[in-house]
């Protein structure tokens, strides 16, 4: 343990980039006592005012600033309250919103959660996809990472699919990084697996690494190299069968597995899958433990970490997160309390 609160300590000043869809959480709490007459479903009387908070890339970007990194966020908001609200939020956690941009075309993306004892009841979605980003656009963010890439330790490309990574910013993203030796970690989406190639790492939950083994074998004409049995990870036997597979279609240097209460299982080139069992003692939400997966593992690899200990560091943090109500960020304190633990 003490090999890894070495490596939390060295987190505090790493340079980090994040691009990626920047989303608004909203959360609405209250409590049931009833079946709507209207209809068959709960009544939630709200007890609180809603609570709005960066989700998103801007969640990863607010866990790598409480565990003491420097971070630079580029994404887009939309020229509404909910932008207004999620600028002013990032602000507040001490994150630069200098590369933040304000698109006319698209509302700012909000996820609304109603919560009632500590369950989520429902969550609505207002969002407007563009397939594209504006040449205008594309051409600032490409402009400002090859002018400022030799000075970040790590990029991490968050890909909710909402628009803001596309095919040619995780193209032009990857050129640079690569030119100057430098790390890049990826939250995928399916979509986009294909464009993923010798990235550093790819950080999939089940369900992602799933459907990317489903999407590639139908639209790559050599998907058919894709070794597996099955795209329905069942059990520790197809979910290895998987991540070796992906590892080497797309050429990685690592991928990690994220399996909720199983835990994770990292695959490193040329080394055997290692299975890292869940240290999460309650579950009360899931939301945003993946973005504080590929914080923390994207630090722990900037560090100076191993894979398989930058993993590990990465599972003590989601095991802290999901023990807690929505997408909060985990400290640096907290996540070496944990390796006491």
């Known amino acids: 343990m003490n090999a890894l609160k070495k490596i939390v300590s060295k987190f505090k000043g790493r340079n980090i980039l994040v691009i990626g869809d920047l989303i608004l959480d909203q959360y609405i709490s209250g409590s049931v006592s009833r079946i709507s007459p209207e209809a068959p479903v709960p009544i939630v009387l709200q ?3 809603s609570i709005f908070t960066p989700g998103g890339a801007s969640n990863v970007a607010k866990n790598l600033q409480s565990l003491g990194a420097k971070v630079t966020i580029i994404g887009k908001v939309g020229k509404d309250t909910e932008g ?12 630069s919103t200098s590369e933040i941009f304000v698109d006319t075309l ?5 996820k609304t959660r109603i919560i009632a004892r500590h369950q989520q009841v429902l969550r609505i979605d207002r969002e407007k996809i563009q397939e594209s980003l504006r040449e205008s656009l594309l051409k600032r963010v490409l402009q400002f990472v090859e002018g400022h890439m030799r000075s970040f330790d790590a990029v991490i490309l968050s890909d909710y699919g909402k628009g803001m990574v596309t095919p040619q910013i995780i193209e032009g993203v990857c050129s640079l990084a690569k030119a100057s030796g430098k790390i890049v970690t990826v939250d995928p989406k399916v979509g986009h697996f294909a464009y993923y190639r010798s990235v550093t790492a790819i950080t999939p939950n089940k369900s992602e690494a799933e459907n990317a083994i489903r999407n590639i074998k139908v639209t790559q004409s050599d998907g058919g190299k894709l070794q597996v049995d099955t795209d329905r990870l069942r059990d520790m036997h197809d979910v290895k069968q998987a991540g070796e597979q992906l590892l080497k279609f797309l050429d990685l240097e690592s991928v990690l597995i994220t399996l909720g209460e199983e835990g994770m299982c990292l695959f490193v080139k040329d080394q055997k899958p290692v299975h890292i069992p869940t240290k999460a003692q309650d579950v009360f939400d899931v939301t945003g433990a993946g973005d504080t997966v590929i914080a923390v593992y994207t630090l722990g690899l900037s560090a100076g970490a191993t894979k398989l200990q930058a993993a590990e560091l990465a599972n003590y943090a989601a095991g802290i997160v999901v023990g807690k109500m929505g997408a909060v960020a985990v400290s640096s304190q907290e996540l070496i309390l944990s390796l006491k633990g």
């Open 47 to 49: 007890e609180e005012e």
């Open 84 to 95: 207004k609200v999620l600028l002013d939020g990032l602000k507040k956690q001490g994150i």
């Open 106 to 110: 698209s509302p700012t993306i909000l």
